[in-house]
């Protein structure tokens, strides 16, 4: 089964609000990373949080990690219409080196 | 610089035809992942790609698909008896080293429709 699974599976904010994502993994990890993708194309890497770290940020994105747990959120503050997108964690495992675990995405929406 | 290119864009193609789909790396990476998508699912795993290793092939569905990578470069994903599940967009992404959860760079994806 695929790890790396988000929740909720769609999100619908007003501009102004915060999003928090979820996303859970099954095996030990050397870290991982939050994408992000428009229209069903390609994605584009918004940050990376290492097995070592708790809590990162990157401008309007704090992304926290609990490996007890083996979980991850992703917090998008004073979100904007431009925010809308699908988001995927992404788990890079220690036995698959270079091969990362996609979720299936949240689906997030923020009405203008 | 460049990112990753993909061609071709779009791809209409008649149940049973072979295709092709191309990808051209970022320039130095030493690692190419391809991935498929259905509409409005997750990313699903197909082959990996790291230096003069041998693939990862386990992703791939069946024995119709196949890939390979040409001098460490570009990479040819094949898809051969094609079928109306195989309609998907076709993702491929390169990374600089390959490491354990290496930042991946994604192409823009060839959006295939088999009729």
């Known amino acids: 089964s695929q790890q790396g699974e988000e929740d909720p599976q769609a999100l619908s904010i007003q501009e102004g609000e915060n999003a928090t994502m979820n996303c859970s993994y099954k095996?030990?990890?050397?870290?991982l990373q939050w994408y992000r993708q428009n229209s069903g194309r390609g994605l584009v890497h918004l940050i990376l949080?290492?097995?070592?770290?708790r809590e990162k940020h990157s401008g309007r994105l704090r992304v926290t990690l609990d490996t007890s747990k083996k979980s991850s959120s992703l917090l998008i503050t004073a979100s904007r219409a431009a925010d809308t997108a699908s988001y995927f964690c992404?788990?890079?495992?220690?036995?698959?080196?270079?091969?990362?675990?996609f979720g299936d995405g949240t689906t997030l929406t923020v009405k203008p | 610089g460049a990112g990753v290119s993909q061609s071709p864009s779009n791809k209409v193609t008649e149940k049973g035809k072979d295709v092709e789909l191309r990808c051209d790396p970022i320039?130095?990476?030493?690692?190419l992942y391809w991935y498929r998508q259905s509409l409005g699912q997750g990313l699903e795993f197909l082959i990996y790609?790291?230096?003069?290793?041998?693939?990862?092939k386990s992703g791939l569905p069946s024995d119709r698909f196949s890939a390979e990578r040409t001098g460490g470069s570009v990479s040819t994903l094949t898809i051969q008896r094609t079928q109306q599940e195989d309609s998907a967009v076709y993702l491929c992404?390169?990374?600089?080293?390959?490491?354990?959860?290496?930042?991946?760079?994604f192409g823009p994806g060839t959006r295939l429709t088999v009729l």
């Open positions: 095996t030990s990890i050397n870290n």
């Open positions: 992404a788990s890079g495992d220690n036995t698959n080196a270079g091969k990362s675990t």
């Open positions: 992404a390169s990374s600089p080293s390959g490491q354990g959860g290496d930042t991946q760079y």
């Open positions: 949080i290492r097995s070592n770290e």
């Open positions: 790609f790291q230096g003069n290793s041998a693939p990862d």
């Open positions: 320039s130095g990476h030493t690692a």
